[in-house]
């Protein structure tokens, strides 16, 4: 069973995302918190598997709690949750420990998906989000050397058809659980190709490589 802590200050959404997941056989919502300092208080007490924790609460806000919970809590997962105007609280959020983003318009069946992989660990990025977070993260800042290693040229890539494939989903924003399901492969398979795809272009990171790839028009 996967337990729930959902904080959010608005009660119309608490109680949305609460009567959603507590239809769900294998997810149980084991307390609702007001701000990010009673979210804290609740977990401390409750040890949920994942948070839902939105960013903009009185008393604590939701990047504040992020950092507090990965020192007083650290086998707790956090997965936030923002509006398109909220974008430059990514950095901070990630480097403080959220195991990802949801929008809050999101679909129900994704917004399940998108919970259950995150609280397996899964870096849950929606793909506008992503290529925002991916275009600040490529530009170097100001007095900062430029990392000693360059992406080749886009005429010295050769991608097999397979992994031209894998590239025309990742660009779309699916996850490797999806891509494996549409091209019928396994979700290891998957991720050896993406990580052969990543040594070509000279980058670990999900979300450059797909803006990089957007970039470069590969396909």
């Given at each position: 069973?996967?337990?729930?802590?959902?904080?959010?200050?608005?009660?119309?959404m608490?109680d949305?995302?609460q009567?959603?997941?507590?239809?769900?056989?294998?997810i149980?919502?084991?307390?609702?918190?007001?701000?990010?300092?009673?979210?804290?208080?609740?977990?401390?007490?409750?040890?949920?598997?994942?948070?839902?924790?939105?960013?903009?609460?009185?008393?604590?806000?939701?990047?504040e709690?992020?950092?507090?919970?990965?020192?007083?809590?650290?086998?707790?997962?956090v997965l936030?949750?923002?509006?398109f105007?909220?974008?430059?609280?990514?950095?901070?959020?990630?480097a403080?420990?959220?195991?990802?983003?949801?929008?809050?318009?999101?679909?129900?069946?994704?917004?399940?998906?998108?919970i259950?992989?995150?609280?397996?660990?899964?870096l849950?990025?929606?793909?506008?989000?992503?290529?925002?977070?991916a275009?600040?993260?490529s530009?170097?800042?100001?007095?900062?050397?430029?990392?000693?290693r360059?992406?080749?040229?886009?005429a010295?890539?050769?991608f097999?058809?397979?992994?031209?494939?894998?590239?025309?989903?990742m660009?779309e924003?699916?996850?490797?659980?999806?891509?494996?399901q549409?091209l019928?492969?396994?979700e290891?398979?998957?991720?050896?190709?993406?990580?052969?795809?990543?040594d070509?272009?000279?980058?670990?990171?999900?979300?450059?490589?797909?803006?990089?790839?957007?970039?470069?028009?590969?396909?």
């Amino acid at each position: 069973m996967l337990r729930i802590l959902i904080a959010d200050d608005q009660a119309l959404m608490r109680d949305g995302l609460q009567t959603i997941l507590q239809l769900e056989e294998d997810i149980e919502v084991i307390a609702v918190a007001e701000n990010g300092e009673e979210a804290c208080r609740l977990v401390a007490l409750h040890n949920p598997d994942l948070v839902l924790m939105d960013i903009r609460m009185p008393v604590m806000n939701g990047i504040e709690a992020v950092k507090k919970l990965r020192i007083e809590s650290p086998d707790t997962r956090v997965l936030v949750l923002t509006t398109f105007d909220e974008d430059e609280y990514i950095i901070d959020a990630l480097a403080s420990g959220a195991v990802g983003f949801l929008l809050k318009d999101i679909p129900t069946e994704k917004l399940l998906q998108a919970i259950r992989d995150a609280a397996r660990g899964e870096l849950m990025l929606p793909s506008s989000v992503a290529v925002k977070l991916a275009s600040r993260l490529s530009a170097p800042a100001p007095g900062r050397a430029v990392a000693a290693r360059t992406r080749p040229r886009t005429a010295e890539l050769k991608f097999t058809n397979r992994e031209l494939s894998i590239i025309a989903h990742m660009v779309e924003g699916r996850n490797n659980r999806e891509i494996a399901q549409l091209l019928f492969m396994s979700e290891g398979t998957v991720k050896n190709y993406i990580s052969g795809i990543y040594d070509k272009i000279g980058t670990n990171d999900r979300t450059q490589a797909v803006i990089w790839l957007k970039d470069m028009a590969i396909l």
